[in-house]
């Protein structure tokens, strides 16, 4: 190793055969629906719960006209009751303007003795928690979800827009560098993860809601199709981020094999606190577990990086040297770089540390 | 690990929310010395989700730096210092990786509990996430007031209304609701409430409150009478439920602080130590203002003979939070500062990537420069909240606009590793505009956070190491303002060189300057404004040090906004002229 010490890049990974196990938890406490060993599809249910609706707060104290710390002595119901719309919580006296009832269907969450409120929590939504990827369930965490897993490819995306879905992959341009054509997607693509090579415009956007496609995978987007982006009713993938960027070579060429199989993708992105990375998953049969390679990796000759910054964004190479010295680049700053070879047009570079990610 | 107080070495390790910092200060010739750095990617995020490996990764850079071993075969930091050489006497942690405080304000009325409430919040890294008020605008129903907090789910309710001996009912009634907002939310989830309102109700309070929500009652009003403001007692508090309550849970910190003499501590604290410590140097009225912009966060510290008024955006960052300032001001305002045209879509586009790849640095001049635009436009929107506070510290005097700073320090990657000392220094006069005659200096070395914590517990290290050019100077700083046509002489300055020489400027209004005034070389500044023009309190005869980029003349006129021309072509070229005025 240099004088430049080592450096842990961010990684990225494209591994077109490993081991996935995905947590798939529910927001509160529930219900687990499946068992350990059963297989599951995507739109399976693996687990419910209830979701809580809104609280009403009922001011008895205030309704009845008696003093806050007198208003417990007139409510008829205890906490964790249930209540209907127009039960009877609180009454004085025999005429309807002494009774206050329940405004909503739900239950007594909390009688606050000392403001003479009754909080009556709404009834709850029963919500769903899909499989989201098609494998086995290979444990169960009581009453909160499952972990299913599966063997197949795993291809981290750089941003997305919207959430999870699935379907059948379609790959509707010819090269990596190939942006979509809005033509290109037709009514065959109704139900589908549409996969182009560069980037889209909104032609293409207009047209793939008008097809009905699961999700769309790119290279890229322009920066002017953020908000047409976000208002998709289908989620939106980008390998290498905004602007104009040719999807990386080896992403294309995983997404283009196994042409017909089904993935699944989530185009949930954070960025902090606990970062979340778009994904696409595609589950292939396999006899035996592959585990995905460990992280830490410093960088090193012969590692395969991705640019991340600057007039090769997206390159994908190899490095080849790790210069001793701090290198002057473009903008004056001094800063460790490694010497990559890009290929192509773009031959040997130096790229700084900071700008590179490992790729594998 | 030794006594603090017997330390001689010292590591210092700052945990950002990006980079993780590790710097040695030590003796060198009998006198305390910045003497080595190393950064590496900080660990708090998945894969790793353990800020000590990144931590580990920055101490291996430094003993490759320094040729001096700090870690132990089983990854520990040596310490006491070893005979041979290794290891160190003390090692002091500061971070900002933490999640800020997610809080409501509750007050009475806008213009007071809730404006000192905002003061007080943005002393600590926090994020105010709705404002409840009981009177005037922002007014809510009992049960709306409640819901919001329930929606929210904020960690804490700042509650504050009522002078001493003030207001009483409304300051209860706002209490209940907050009261029965905290309650509806699940037990492990309710947010604390913290209570700087009229002192005379703090039983009562926590009798309304109860014993199933947790209450802290501060000692002392933020607003015990209607003119006076004391914002110290609530922001101890805010510093101390973020301590406990965020700091803490950073992955991997217990691991390094066992490592530490002395408490982990926020970066902001310790940040905010050094702008003080800066203050107590020199003129007792002039003060010193301190701006750092982080990769997360922003802060800015102005500081009078000790008394330190810090002020932390924890939503706008040079990484994180490009998208929220672009919502604040407007794309025209970052836009304004470029040489060159960009279009707002890929402005934008530029920030949500810096956001994907925080670690990334400026590949080329272009997109160094909307880095720059962008932090001063973050800075200019942190000054406007925190400048209102400065004036209640600053001795003022006659006619002058601003508290005036002797010393003005610039920190965080995006400043203080300009690639050329004129970028920082016009960085610093477009986003704080400030007037007078200052010293401007940069954090190159990024030794603000360690200085501040290796000063609780060794004072000595941090004067030091400051004294001994810890902070880079940029030189000194001239700027006039008034009333004056382009081209018109406004100031006649003489500048006699310590070994012989004298020179004589006529400064003319519009213009922007450096003259030569190298490091280490001293000079006398005298100083002939023509009438009606104000360069603050100064002496007859100013002596100035050189620095990296010299004495700096800058006679644009205040605000700078009012200077750019409105036709973009020319405003462009006005900025592509400043930055070749500042060698930028």
């Not at chain 1, 699961?214 to 993938?237: H, Q, T, V, Y």
């Not at chain 2, 894969?47 to 000590?52: G, L, N, Q, R, S």
């Not at chain 2, 002078?163 to 037990?187: M, R, Y």
Request: include cysteine; aromatic fraction near 4%.
């Amino acid at each position: 190793m240099s004088e430049a010490g080592v450096y842990y890049p961010p990684e990225t990974r494209v591994l077109p055969l490993t081991t996935i196990r995905r947590e798939r938890m529910l927001p509160r406490p529930g219900k687990v629906l499946v068992n350990p060993g059963d297989r599951v599809q995507p739109a399976q249910p693996v687990a419910q719960t209830e979701v809580s609706g809104e609280v009403s707060v009922v001011n008895v104290a205030h309704l009845l006209r008696v003093a806050p710390a007198r208003a417990h002595k007139y409510i008829k119901v205890k906490e964790g009751a249930d209540v209907t719309m127009n039960t009877v919580i609180a009454s004085k006296g025999l005429t309807s303007a002494g009774r206050v009832k329940s405004p909503a269907n739900g239950f007594v969450y909390r009688i606050d003795k000392s403001t003479g409120r009754v909080l009556i929590k709404v009834i709850s939504r029963p919500t769903e928690l899909t499989a989201y990827l098609a494998g086995t369930v290979s444990h169960i965490i009581a009453g909160r979800g499952v972990v299913i897993e599966t063997t197949g490819a795993l291809i981290q995306a750089a941003l997305g827009f919207g959430g999870e879905s699935y379907g059948v992959r379609q790959v509707v341009s010819k090269q990596a560098a190939d942006p979509i054509k809005a033509r290109a997607i037709d009514v065959t693509m109704h139900g589908a993860i549409v996969v182009g090579g560069a980037w889209f415009d909104e032609t293409v956007l207009e047209q793939a809601i008008q097809m009905q496609v699961r999700g769309l995978i790119a290279g890229s987007l322009d920066g002017g199709l953020l908000e047409a982006a976000l208002d998709a009713p289908f989620p939106i993938l980008l390998t290498e981020g905004l602007g104009h960027i040719a999807m990386a070579a080896p992403i294309f060429k995983l997404l283009n094999s196994n042409a017909g199989r089904e993935v699944s993708i989530s185009a949930l992105t954070r960025t902090r606190w606990g970062v979340q990375r778009p994904e696409i998953l595609i589950p292939l049969p396999s006899d035996s577990k592959i585990e995905p390679p460990t992280y830490g990796r410093p960088l090193a000759v012969g590692v395969r990086v991705r640019v991340l910054r600057g007039p090769r964004q997206g390159a994908v190479g190899q490095v080849t040297a790790l210069p001793e010295l701090s290198q002057q680049i473009e903008t004056g700053a001094k800063v460790h770089c490694a010497e990559v070879d890009l290929g192509g047009d773009d031959g040997r570079a130096l790229v700084p540390f900071a700008n590179l990610e490992i790729f594998r | 690990m030794a006594e603090p107080t017997e330390a001689s070495s010292i590591l210092a390790i700052d945990i950002g929310s990006v980079n993780t910092q590790a710097v040695l200060i030590a003796p060198v010739e009998g006198s305390y010395r910045f003497v080595a750095r190393a950064q590496s990617p900080t660990t708090q995020e998945a894969p790793w989700a353990d800020v000590a490996i990144g931590v580990r990764h920055a101490i291996e850079q430094l003993q490759r730096v320094s040729t001096r071993p700090l870690l132990s075969d089983d990854g520990n930091v040596i310490s006491p210092e070893r005979d041979d050489g290794s290891g160190v006497d003390l090692c002091v942690i500061t971070s900002s990786a933490a999640q800020p405080l997610r809080l409501v304000l509750a007050g009475l009325v806008g213009e007071l509990s809730l404006d000192s409430l905002r003061r007080a919040a943005a002393g600590t890294y926090s994020a105010v996430e709705d404002v409840i008020s009981l009177l005037g605008t922002g007014r809510k129903s009992d049960e709306m007031r409640a819901k919001s907090i329930l929606a929210v789910q904020p960690d804490a309710v700042c509650v504050a209304g009522g002078t001493d001996g003030g207001s009483t009912t409304p300051v209860l009634n706002l209490v209940e609701s907050v009261a029965l907002g905290a309650s509806l939310i699940e037990p492990l989830a309710r947010p604390t409430i913290v209570y700087a309102g009229n002192s005379a109700l703090r039983a009562r309070v926590k009798e309304i409150v109860g014993n199933d929500i947790s209450l802290v009652a501060v000692e002392g009003n933020v607003r015990p009478a209607l003119g006076t403001e004391d914002l110290g007692p609530l922001q101890a508090e805010l510093d101390a439920l973020h301590a406990s309550t965020k700091l803490s849970k950073v992955n991997g910190l217990s691991t390094c602080a066992a490592w530490s003499g002395v408490p982990v501590i926020s970066t902001a604290r310790s940040f905010g130590s050094v702008v003080r410590y800066l203050s107590m140097i020199g003129d007792p009225r002039a003060g010193t203002l301190g701006v750092d912009v982080g990769a997360s966060n922003t802060m800015v510290g102005a500081a009078f003979n000790g008394k330190l008024q810090l002020t932390v955006r924890s939503d706008i960052g040079s990484a994180f939070g490009g998208s929220r300032l672009l919502s604040e001001v407007k794309i025209a305002d970052v836009v304004r500062w470029l040489p060159f045209q960009i279009h707002p879509t890929d402005l934008q586009a530029f920030v949500i990537d810096k956001e994907l790849r925080p670690l990334t640095i400026p590949a080329d001049g272009r997109e160094l420069l909307i880095e720059q635009a962008l932090a001063r436009e973050a800075i200019r929107s942190i000054v406007k909240l925190a400048q209102p506070s400065w004036r209640r510290l600053a001795p003022r005097g006659r006619g002058q606009a601003a508290p005036m700073f002797e010393r003005i320090v610039g920190a965080g990657a995006v400043i203080a590793k300009a690639t050329r000392p004129g970028q920082a220094a016009l960085l610093l006069l477009d986003a704080l505009e400030p007037i007078g005659v200052f010293e401007l200096l940069l954090d190159v070395y990024g030794l603000m956070p360690a200085l501040g914590a290796a000063a609780i517990a060794h004072p000595l290290s941090a004067v030091q190491a400051i004294e001994n050019k810890g902070l880079m100077s940029l030189g000194t700083a001239v700027v006039p303002t008034g009333t004056a046509r382009p081209g018109e002489v406004i100031l006649r300055l003489k500048m006699s060189y310590e070994g012989g020489g004298d020179l004589e400027v006529e400064v003319t209004a519009g213009t922007l300057e450096v003259l030569p005034l190298p490091p280490g070389q001293k000079a006398t500044l005298r100083l002939q404004p023509r009438r009606g023009i104000d360069i603050g309190r100064v002496r007859k005869s100013i002596p100035v040090e050189g620095g990296a980029l010299g004495l700096i003349v800058d006679a644009r006129g205040r605000p700078l906004a009012r200077q750019l021309p409105a036709d973009p072509e020319l405003r462009r070229d006005q900025i592509q002229q400043w930055l070749w005025d500042m060698g930028a």
